[in-house]
């Protein structure tokens, strides 16, 4: 047992580490100075306190006196060791080793067998709640009959260590959450942060708030907290509302305009928060805000661009489309989907997949259509044309894509996007087109051969070279009129009626309607009937010719010459020997004085008898008499 003397010099020295511990708030130099303080008590000349790491899986050798350099600081030992220091960590309570060599209980860590120690004392360290911090031992290199007031003198000077270093390790705590904080709120400057006191007075104004508003602190505090509130919303209380949010239910929202010191406005997101004491007295509100006018009005500028876009969409008859660049997936669909694909949009999302969309598209082009796509997605741009089946009834259509890919900021493809066309009706109507242009080049050159066998045969009439010009001319105009009304028609067919009364107008005035008989106001009388049946362009030529020159003669020589005669054109659709369809046309005239015949057979009745015949296959019988003439024409339907 210890002698006055020692325990006076004991508690001496923990008096004297009491006021050190009260002046200091370095963790290290007070824990340095406890192992100078215990090795000197104890007269070993070396000391160390080991704190618990990672988990409780190692000691650090955190302070100590009397060891070689690249112990203290440095070196840890594996708590798992069967060692003293473990033992009294995990036990709670002290350890004592007297000679190391006459002892078996405990392994010696190698640096202490290397400092020669073979005796030590030791007690664990314990914060405040029994939480262990470490342990401090005293070491010595001789052996030692250490005793209970040893320990005891050791588990004294840890009972008042332990809350040294709990206060120390909270003041450093609380410092490392100080500097944060500043760190913070100095570099947070599109945050306004400042508090208020109880009344809402402003008491701290931080850089972030100065950056915001514009205010100095000099300037911020001392304000009520609604000087930072617009006309409108002090005039509807809001600044008393949020405060008595706050203070009823803990937050408040301050989602709103506030005014900066030139009197701008800035766009704050943030909250008021009510701060109370530990006994619930209100004590003031801490106000934190975002500066977010930039944002909002970037979001604004992007709503109205997406509701442009919307509008375009919706508006255009054409279909606009956005996929996903690596799915293929769409993202967007314009309304126009529906009416070209026959497929609801909502339907078509609903099993959003390429291979979904894909099935829609004709067979024969599908591999085409896909090869173009990844393509788009590779960088390229494309214009192509495919044919799909709408789900519906099955009907083809043709489509027109125009596709083309939409970069990142880094230039990778994130999606694609398109214009489909239904082009359907303008591949129709340039197919028709290619067909109207093969049927004009076919009808020029009947034409060409016709009007060459016309001049042929009129300028070799022996009439006269006056006479014969003259008759080229009205037989050119017959044809000008037959190709007239197949302009008229916008296709390559005419009506018979049609053919009938346009020769019959340009000659006698004649106005008569299909199955009706009329009069002419003066001179004979005319009767056009027969139902409607329609000739095709090469009919028409030819049968042209004919009618003209019937009606020619009629108007030189016959019923249409005086005011006696009468003309009948009726026509039907009657069948030829072989059973097929045809016109049968019968022109009679009669009632006029007929002129004698003078032998020669004309150019019109040869090409009534013969050229009708040999161009169209019609078989024909003209008959001129007392009676009149009676001319009747079969002609073969297509």
């Known amino acids: 047992m210890a002698d006055s003397d020692t325990m006076m010099r004991r508690q001496r020295l923990l008096a004297d580490f009491g006021e050190f511990a009260l002046r200091s708030s370095n963790l290290d130099e ?17 000391a160390k306190i080991l704190e618990i790491q990672e988990g409780g899986r190692s000691l650090l ?23 003293s220091e473990s033992y009294s960590i995990s036990v709670g309570r002290p350890v004592i080793m ?36 470490g342990l401090l031992q005293a070491d010595d290199t001789q052996p030692r009959e250490f005793g209970q007031a040893d320990a005891e003198f050791l588990r004294t000077y840890t009972i008042i260590l332990g809350p040294v270093i709990d206060r120390l390790l909270k003041l450093g705590d609380l410092r490392a959450a100080e500097e ?98 530990e006994g619930g007295d209100l004590r003031g509100f801490l106000k934190i805000g975002r500066d977010a006018t930039e944002r909002r009005a ?16 919706e508006a255009s008859s054409d279909l606009i489309w956005i996929r996903d660049g690596e799915t293929l997936a769409f993202e967007y669909l314009s309304p126009a989907f529906e009416p070209i694909y026959g497929r609801s949009r909502e339907e078509q999302l609903a099993g959003n997949t390429l291979e979904s969309w894909t099935a829609l598209i004709h067979p024969e082009d599908r591999e085409m259509v896909v090869q173009r796509l990844l393509s788009v997605r590779d960088g390229a741009r494309a214009s192509f044309e495919f044919r799909i089946s709408r789900p519906s009834a099955g009907e083809l259509r043709w489509i027109r894509n125009t596709d083309f890919p939409l970069h990142d900021e880094a230039g990778r493809v994130r999606r694609l996007a398109g214009i489909a066309k239904d082009v359907t ?42 006479g014969a010009v003259e008759h080229f ?20 067919t005419v009506e018979v009626g049609a053919l009938v009364r346009a020769e019959l107008e340009a000659y006698a005035e004649a106005h008569a309607g299909s199955h009706a008989e009329t009069r002419v106001e003066r001179g004979p009388k005319v009767t056009i009937a027969g139902p409607k ?9 030819n049968f042209a010719l004919a009618l003209h020159e019937l009606t020619t003669n009629a108007v030189k020589y016959g019923a249409l010459k005086g005011e006696a005669g009468t003309l009948s054109v009726r026509w039907s659709v009657g069948r030829t020997g072989r059973g097929r369809r045809c016109l049968v046309l019968e022109w009679v005239e009669t009632g006029y004085e007929v002129p004698p015949e003078t032998g020669r057979r004309g150019y019109g009745r040869e090409l009534i008898e013969k050229a009708l015949s040999y161009a169209l296959r019609a078989r024909t019988e003209y008959t001129l008499d007392a009676a009149g003439v009676r001319c009747r024409i079969e002609l073969p339907l297509a």
């Open 98 to 133: 007297r000679n190391s060599r006459a002892e078996n209980r405990f392994e010696i860590p190698e640096f202490m067998r290397e400092a020669g120690v073979v005796a030590s004392v030791n007690a664990p360290i314990l914060l405040p709640g029994g939480r262990p911090f």
């Open 298 to 313: 970037a979001e604004e500028r992007l709503r109205e661009s997406e509701e442009r876009f919307r509008q375009f969409g």
């Open 30 to 46: 007070i824990l340095h100075e406890a192992c100078r303080l215990v090795a000197d008590a104890l007269g070993t000349g070396r």
């Open 533 to 541: 049946v329609r000739l095709t362009s090469r009919q028409v030529q």
């Open 61 to 83: 050798v955190r302070a100590g006196t009397g060891w070689a350099p690249g112990i203290v600081g440095e070196l840890r030992l594996p708590m798992g060791e069967r060692s």
């Open 180 to 277: 944060r904080f500043r760190l913070t709120v100095e570099t947070a400057l599109d945050y306004a942060i400042f508090v208020t006191d109880r009344e809402n007075r402003v008491t701290d104004w931080l850089p972030g708030a100065a950056a915001v508003f514009g205010w100095t602190a000099e300037e911020a505090v001392g304000q009520p907290g609604a000087f930072l509130f617009t006309p409108e919303d002090r005039a509807a209380r809001q600044p008393e509302w949020e405060a008595a949010t706050a203070r009823e239910r803990g937050v408040a929202p301050d989602v709103r305009w506030h005014l900066r010191k030139d009197g701008s406005r800035v766009f704050i997101e943030g909250s008021l928060r009510a701060l109370f004491d």
């Open 425 to 466: 009706e303008e591949k129709a109507s340039a197919a028709r087109l290619e067909v109207l242009v093969a049927e004009l080049q076919h009808r020029g050159r009947n034409l060409l051969g016709v009007v060459s066998a016309v001049a042929g045969k009129t300028l070799g009439d022996p009439g006269g070279q006056a």
């Open 473 to 492: 001319r009205s037989r050119l105009q017959a044809l000008s009129r037959a190709q007239g009304l197949l302009s008229q028609s916008g296709s390559d």
